[in-house]
């Protein structure tokens, strides 16, 4: 599993990895975090992650709406995937704050 911010996310977050492996790239310093590791990453720097093995982690300080974005974008990849466009993607990562550039299995 891999995910990429947009360039400069105006958010802080903070993830806890309770399991597992996980390669993290905040401002450009590459560095693995396992077990019972705490990572933050500050304001507007660039950051992505990839999952290495099976993994356990939680976003806890991030200020994001994961939950309603999911829940809206099944709704509407059930109800009418014909509106499961780009444009209606990036209204609700709009919307619900989701600073995530891409998202993919590597």
């Not at 990453?41 to 356990?56: C, D, G, M, N, Q």
């Not at 982690?57 to 309603?68: I, K, R």
């Not at 209606?88 to 989701?98: E, M, N, S």
Request: aromatic share 14%; glycine share 4%; net charge neutral.
């Amino acid at each position: 599993f891999t995910a990429k911010w947009v360039q400069y996310p105006t958010i802080k977050e903070l993830f806890y990895i309770r399991s597992g492996k996980v390669k993290f790239n905040i401002m450009g310093q590459e560095f693995i975090a396992d077990d019972e590791c705490v990572v933050v990453a500050p304001r507007y720097a660039p950051r992505s992650i990839e999952v290495l093995e099976k993994t356990e982690m939680y976003d806890t300080g991030g200020q994001s709406y994961w939950s309603p974005f999911l829940q809206s974008y099944e709704a509407i990849k059930h109800h009418d995937p014909a509106r499961l466009t780009k444009e209606t993607v990036d209204a609700l990562k709009k919307r619900f704050d989701i600073q995530i550039e891409s998202i993919g299995m590597k």
